[in-house]
Each structure stands twice: as C-alpha cells, then as structure tokens.
C-alpha cells in the first residue's frame, strides 16, 4: 500500500499545534497532578487532555491507523506495535518538569510503518522549539537542517541521562553506578528532565549522547528517527541493535562514541513495553 507520509505529517503538525497551545494555556497554572507508577511518575490533567486531542485528530483523519499513547497505555491499553501504521504519542514528555514549570518539556509523535520509523516530531511549546525528521530527509529544527556535533572521543563528550521516574533501590544503584563509570572521563553529564528533549539535543549537536534505562516507546519514538536523520547512531545499552520496546537507549553523535558509552554500562532488567 502506498502511504502519503506528506500528508501524515501535515495533518498530524496541524494537531501538535492546537497541542502545543493547550500545553502553553497551562504550563503557569496550578495542575492537577496524580501519581502512575510512583510517587515520581506523574499525570496531569493536560496531559490527557493533549493525548486525547492528538489520537482523536489522528484517528478521524487515518481510522485504520493504530496508537500507542502514554497516558492511555497507563489506562490500561495494551502496547502493540504491529506492522500497521502505528502513532506513538507522549503527550507531555517531561510531566515532572511541567508540574514545576520548568519549561523543558515535549510533545513527542514518531509514526512507524511496518516497525520502521517514518515520521518523528518533537515540539516544545514553551521554547518556541519543533524538531522534525521524515525518513530519509534529514532532521530539523524550526525549519532549519540541524546535525549532530560529530564528537567520537568520550573524553570531549558531554553526556546527557536521566535518573527516570523509577523509585526501586536497584535501579537507583545502577544509576549511580553507570555515572560513576562517566564522570571523570568525559566532559560532563546533564539531565533536562526529558527523554524527548534529551535525543533532540543530541540531534542538534548541543550533548554529544544520551542514554537511559527504564524509558517506553513514546519516550524515543520521534527521537530515535531525529537523531539518525541528524547522522547520528542510536543503539541498545548493550551495544546491540536499538529496539523501540526494550526499553533502553544510547544514542550518540558517532557510532564510536555510542558504542563506547555502552561497554562502561552496567544493565538493569526490566519488563519490555
Ligand atoms: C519521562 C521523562 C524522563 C525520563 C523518564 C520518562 P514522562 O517521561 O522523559 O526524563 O527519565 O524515563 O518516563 O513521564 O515525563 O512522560
Ligand atoms: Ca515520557
């Protein structure tokens, strides 16, 4: 089947900025919040809000098209991604750092067919910043052609990750452990709160990788397409190749870099999305 992915992207842009305007109505305001998984995972009410406007514009548009989206996932929806095309959707990635105001945060839409990637978006609303990528067509930010830095010497590189939303002892020592096989030897590490905004800062050349443990689909779908249509290589903590549902991530501005970051990780079980 031929797919019109010009006309995914325009529908589905068309809809990431009615999101974006209910983010930034918001974003000053006292939120509702309720914990998911633990006192660190957090919804809102826009949340929701945004994950229904976003699958319910999709679906009118595309009916044969499937969803896998946060917030309805965490209600109790299965997460299958099968061969049809598949919108992943993180309403609000970066929930903690909305609940505080702290404007890095981002709508995050990857639309795959047949499993492969085709369209990625991640918006931040509150930055005025819209990273893009289509298969094959480079990624971009506002319109612009971004790239990743280039950077293959871990020595040079600063080294984006997050501790997650995870309150179990056992993966808080392994995210101790993974920094301190870091720190010291590259230039430095950040968290923005954001796994979304994570890979798109990678994709524009601002860290030089990112890696997590513990993430979902919705956090990396967009992402991992931005990233690699930025140059950039995204694979398995392991060294491996990247799966969307393993829930884990390198992604660096080289593969040397990426393979590199993942021979000094120590690994943390989880169950797959
Ligand atoms: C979380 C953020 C956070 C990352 C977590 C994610 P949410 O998403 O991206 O930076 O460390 O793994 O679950 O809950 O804010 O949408
Ligand atoms: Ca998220």
Same mark, same amino acid.
């Given at each position: 089947m031929d797919h019109?992915?010009?006309?995914?992207?325009t529908t589905c842009m068309k809809l990431v900025n009615k999101a974006a305007e $209910?983010?930034? /109505?918001?974003?000053? !305001? /006292?939120?509702?919040v309720e914990s998911k998984s633990c006192d660190m995972d957090l919804v809102t009410e826009t949340d929701k809000e945004v994950e229904k406007l976003l699958i319910d514009g999709l679906h009118l548009a595309f009916p044969d098209?499937?969803?896998i989206g946060e917030e309805s996932t965490a209600g109790g929806e299965k997460c299958i991604l099968t061969d049809a095309p598949t919108w992943i959707i993180?309403?609000?990635?970066? /929930?903690?750092?909305? $609940?505080?105001? +702290?404007? +890095?945060?981002?709508?995050s839409i990857g639309l795959l067919i047949n499993k492969k990637p085709i369209i990625g978006i991640i918006c931040n609303p509150i930055l005025k910043q819209t990273y893009t990528a289509k298969d094959g067509q480079g990624a971009f930010l506002n319109g612009t052609k971004?790239?990743?830095?280039?950077?293959? $010497? +871990?020595?040079?590189? +600063?080294?984006? /990750?997050?501790?997650?939303?995870? @309150?179990?002892?056992? !993966?808080i020592e392994v995210v101790?452990?993974?920094?301190?096989?870091?720190?010291g030897k590259c230039h430095g590490t950040r968290s923005l709160g954001s796994a979304a905004m994570n890979l798109a800062s990678v994709a524009s050349g601002g860290c030089d990788a990112y890696y997590e443990m513990g993430l979902h689909a919705w956090d990396m779908a967009a992402g991992q397409l931005i990233v690699e249509e930025a140059g950039g290589t995204v694979i398995d903590t392991t060294g491996g190749e990247? @799966?969307?549902?393993?829930?884990?991530?390198?992604?660096?501005?080289?593969?040397?870099l990426a393979k590199d970051i993942a021979s000094r990780l120590t690994q943390y079980e989880m169950e797959r999305d």
């Open positions: 019109d992915v010009e006309k995914y992207y $209910v983010i930034e /109505t918001a974003f000053y !305001k /006292t939120k509702q098209h499937k969803f993180d309403p609000v990635d970066g /929930t903690m750092n909305f $609940v505080h105001s +702290l404007p +890095l945060i981002a709508i971004i790239k990743v830095s280039g950077e293959t $010497v +871990l020595a040079k590189a +600063l080294i984006a /990750t997050e501790s997650g939303t995870n @309150d179990d002892p056992a !993966k101790l452990k993974n920094l301190g096989a870091l720190l990247f @799966d969307l549902m393993s829930r884990r991530v390198v992604c660096a501005s080289s593969e040397k």
